[in-house]
């Protein structure tokens, strides 16, 4: 998401005791889009004897917008990327290839086979 520029000549504006005879104004554009990942049989990785299991999405990309030629991919280790001692699953939003110019803020749910919501994060 790249910050565009657009310079606007306008009459003198007052502020602040100030007479002002132009104005900038930087805008940022944000996309916001959103990729469902189903794993089947989740719940086997977390039986599995391996103590470090890392699982790829297929890569994908938003569909309009400016980040549309971005690929991104989802990297989850079901027994966290630790290995078997950990009690956390790691999930990861990785960038494939596209806009260098790019932030990205992800927001994971996890939901059961019956579709009900079990948990939900945040990147910072």
Known sequence: MSAATTNTNLLPIMRNDYSLDSVCCTKRTLQTF???????NFSSYLQDPEPIICLSSSPFSPVAGASALTQWRLVCYPKG???????YMSIFLEYIKGERDIKA???YSLVNRKCELTEMRKDA
């Open 34 to 40: 959103s990729h469902m990942w189903i794993v089947e």
């Open 81 to 87: 990327n630790y290995g078997a001692a950990s009690n």
């Open 105 to 107: 803020k992800a927001e």
